[in-house]
Structures are given as structure tokens and as C-alpha cells.
T-cell receptor, first 109, second 112 residues
Framework: QKEVEQNSGPLSVPEGAIASLNCTYSDRGSQSFFWYRQYSGKSPELIMFIYSNGDKEDGRFTAQLNKASQYVSLLIRDSQPSDSATYLCAVRGNTPLVFGKGTRLSVIA | DAGVIQSPRHEVTEMGQEVTLRCKPISGHDYLFWYRQTMMRGLELLIYFNNNVPIDDSGMPEDRFSAKMPNASFSTLKIQPSEPRDSAVYFC??????????FGQGTRLTVV
């Protein structure tokens, strides 16, 4: 059973701070790693993907991957109230995307 | 492109009735996925198609669930008969590579 684990939160951070979201996965054969953002009542929206160990930056977002530790993280710099949402980690190996249950982030103004 | 289009957006039905959810994937995408999302279980893959062919339906919970993709631009997910525990948000997603998935707006199903 392929599993993706996330802390459900809520994770509360003040506006302007760095939010750190974490994810672990069980399948060592996983090849691709994704972060989706889901606002309440809306559909998941892809915000980042990473395939190789290390960091990948896109604007205020940085994805970090450590395959040896089977760990993926998402850092959001200069957090804004509009970043308040549920963040879903998704992992793909030889099967389609397997999602974690998500971490709810609340950015306090 | 208009993105993945699902209909209806909301469906309320009585237990025992047949429910049909519809999806139009992004043009040119070869993969189509049906997911179900609940608070308890999160986002679960029900079935996926590649080039209109069902590849893996191991996530379909019971024989009451069936899915078809008669052509590249249309898919349906049918529940017959529906039960209250089927209440959830059902998402259709499509992909050009089976890597990332682009989601439709979802259908919120309530079975009373």
C-alpha cells in the first residue's frame, strides 16, 4: 500500500513568516513529487513539482526533496493571508498520483 | 483551453437512485482520472484511463460504481444504486503525461 503522510494541521503562521509544510512517502520507487493547493470548496491546483534531490524555487515557493529520507517539503516565504489553504502532497511512481490528506495552513494577518 | 469540465457541480439524490457524473478532459490529454475526496479518506483514485482504455479500476469501491470513456473528450462515472456513504466530492482530472494532473471543479454529491 503506497502511502503519503502529512500533518493535518492546522499550521498557523503570522503574515510575512515562512511556512514549512512536510510530507513523507512509503514507496521508494516514487519518481515525481507534487504540491497542490486547495482552497475551501475548490479543486486542487498544482503549484510545484520536483523530480530530483535538492531544492527547487519558484517565486515565494521552494520545494525540497530528499529521496534517501523519503521526505518532501514545501516552504512558503513571506506568507500572505491569501496562502491560507490546504496543501496536498502527491507522489507518483509506476502508478498515478497518490495524495496525502493535506495540511491546512492559516496565515494570520 | 477551458480546462477540465465536470457536470453537474452539485447533485442531491435519494438513496437507491442512479447517479451519473460527467467529465470533459483537456483536449490532447491522453490520461483521465476519477478521484473521490472525503474528510476521512482524503483524495482517493477510483479509476484511470489511457487513450480511452481503463487501465486500473482497483480503487472503485464496489460493483455499484462504473466508469466509461467512449471517446477522447468524454467520460462518465455512474453509481447505481447510490447510498448515503457515497456522499463526497468527485473530481475528474486529466494529464498529458500521467505525471501531474489537472483537476476539474468537482461534483459535490449528496445522497440522502
Amino acid at each position: 500500500q503506497k502511502e503519503v503522510e502529512q500533518n493535518s494541521g492546522p499550521l498557523s503562521v503570522p503574515e510575512g513568516a515562512i511556512a514549512s509544510l512536510n510530507c513523507t512517502y512509503s514507496d521508494r520507487g516514487s519518481q515525481s513529487f507534487f504540491w497542490y493547493r486547495q482552497y475551501s470548496g475548490k479543486s486542487p491546483e498544482l503549484i510545484m513539482f520536483i523530480y530530483s534531490n535538492g531544492d527547487k524555487e519558484d517565486g515565494r515557493f521552494t520545494a525540497q526533496l530528499n529521496k534517501a529520507s523519503q521526505y518532501v517539503s514545501l516552504l512558503i516565504r513571506d506568507s500572505q493571508p491569501s496562502d491560507s489553504a490546504t496543501y496536498l502532497c502527491a507522489v507518483r511512481g509506476n502508478t498515478p498520483l497518490v495524495f496525502g490528506k493535506g495540511t491546512r495552513l492559516s496565515v494570520i494577518a | 483551453d477551458a480546462g477540465v469540465i465536470q457536470s453537474p457541480r452539485h447533485e442531491v439524490t435519494e438513496m437507491g437512485q442512479e447517479v451519473t457524473l460527467r467529465c470533459k478532459p483537456i483536449s490532447g490529454h491522453d490520461y483521465l482520472f476519477w478521484y473521490r475526496q472525503t474528510m476521512m479518506r482524503g483524495l482517493e483514485l477510483l479509476i484511470y484511463f489511457n487513450n480511452n482504455v481503463p487501465i486500473d479500476d482497483s480503487g472503485m469501491p464496489e460493483d455499484r460504481f462504473s466508469a466509461k470513456m467512449p471517446n477522447a473528450s468524454f467520460s462518465t462515472l455512474k453509481i447505481q444504486p447510490s447510498e448515503p456513504r457515497d456522499s463526497a466530492v468527485y473530481f475528474c482530472a486529466s494529464s498529458g503525461t500521467a505525471a501531474e494532473a489537472f483537476f476539474g471543479q468537482g461534483t459535490r454529491l449528496t445522497v440522502v
